[in-house]
């Protein structure tokens, strides 16, 4: 089976991870730091803070911009599941927000629309979460202006994202949001197995997002309550968590990204080959917008069955009984039963809905080569009887 997404782990990798075991510190150790700098290094941001997850990273910032009961959290439909929890971990509510139908990206006229509205209403977001759908970059600067209009925080959510590019620089570089978020899950562009980092040139919401990792426990003598002669005194301040990342998982972090831009120069031709070789099918394919760089994390193409006379169930049964490992992303948050059950449900993101009935991700990752990418292609002719 070729599956759809796959790590790719090297002989680097390995040593680094077997330092690290050979060494003193397993957790809390000097990986972690080195693996932070190494990201913000590469993003250009001033902050970033490594984390357990990306469930975590966006929970504590959404935690870290004050993100409280009776908020509002608005966020793209078309994303996993996490970009919207962060709120209800916080107690807030969640609004959702149709997307874009050539990007898939949230929609910035329906957001502007929606902000409108709501304005009206006087129930405005206290944060807006756009997810870089695919590693499509979103529209930052639009979202940004409509941020300074409204007076909402933006958390990137760029889960699918490392390594994409806009005019401003890196992803990550928080030119147009208060933080942004990695996830390293062993299905994204770089793996530490399970893990997450916060990015942010916010001294404050650093050192926020620092304290609530580790339990909200101070050992800096100028954040405590009181002045203590004992050396071992620290303080809890707050309610925190454990979210740390351990240094194991940063030590794979900071040698997978050695390899980060050769791991999207091979996603990008993969790319550029999908499109060369399903050029002319019944099918629509994934475009870049001009002015971005797209890491390619996904490559969802879309069948409408009035124009291919089969179904997108058909092609993903057709390409899984040869082989190919095809996927869906992704169900529309709104439409799972959580969130079904807190009062929303079908036509709330009528394009989001449609692309979903038609979306379908084909394999996609670093290891992929060009004869199995072939296989790929001719599964999918098959498929749609092309
Ligand atoms: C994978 C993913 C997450 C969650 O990442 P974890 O590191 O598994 O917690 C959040 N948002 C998006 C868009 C994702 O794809």
Request: glycine share 6%; charged share 20%; hydrophobic share 40%.
């Amino acid at each position: 089976m070729i599956p759809y997404a796959r790590q790719s782990i090297s002989k680097a990798d390995i040593d680094a991870v077997s330092e690290v075991l050979r060494s003193d510190w397993l957790t809390q150790g000097p990986a972690i730091g080195r693996f932070e700098i190494d990201v913000s290094d590469y993003c250009n941001a001033r902050h970033a803070v490594a984390l357990h997850s990306a469930t975590a990273a966006l929970h504590l910032s959404c935690l870290a911009l004050g993100l409280q009961a009776g908020d509002w959290l608005w966020t793209s439909t078309n994303t996993f599941v996490a970009s919207a929890n962060c709120a209800r971990y916080c107690g807030a509510n969640v609004d959702f927000v149709d997307i874009d139908p050539e990007t898939y990206n949230i929609s910035v006229d329906a957001l502007k629309e929606k902000l409108a509205r709501a304005e009206k209403k006087g129930v405005l977001p206290k944060i807006v979460v756009p997810v870089h759908f695919s590693g499509h970059p979103c529209d930052m600067p639009a979202i940004a202006d409509l941020a300074l209009r409204y007076g909402f925080r933006v958390v990137e959510d760029a889960s699918h994202a490392i390594g994409a590019e806009v005019l401003s620089g890196k992803v990550g570089n928080c030119r147009y949001s208060d933080v942004t978020v990695f996830s390293f899950h062993p299905v994204k562009i770089l793996t530490t197995g399970e893990g997450g980092m916060v990015l942010t040139n916010d001294d404050a919401v650093a050192k926020r997002l620092r304290l609530l990792r580790t339990h909200g426990i101070t050992r800096d003598p100028g954040e405590m309550t009181k002045e203590s002669e004992d050396p071992w005194q620290y303080e809890q301040i707050e309610l925190g968590f454990n979210y740390r990342m351990t240094d194991i998982q940063a030590a794979l972090g900071s040698s997978q990204l050695v390899r980060l831009d050769e791991f999207i120069s091979r996603r990008v031709h993969l790319a550029r080959r999908y499109q060369l070789c399903l050029e002319g099918l019944p099918i629509k394919l994934p475009r870049e917008s001009p002015e971005v760089k797209s890491s390619w994390h996904l490559y969802v193409i879309n069948i409408d069955v009035s124009k291919a006379n089969v179904s997108r169930r058909q092609v993903y049964d057709s390409m899984r009984e040869h082989g190919v490992a095809v996927n869906v992303h992704y169900i529309p948050v709104h439409l799972q039963p959580y969130y079904r059950a807190l009062g929303y449900g079908e036509g709330y993101c009528p394009v989001a809905e449609k692309y979903y009935q038609q979306a379908l991700s084909l394999p996609l990752f670093f290891a992929l080569t060009d004869s199995e990418q072939d296989l790929v292609v001719d599964a999918l002719r098959k498929a749609l009887h092309a």
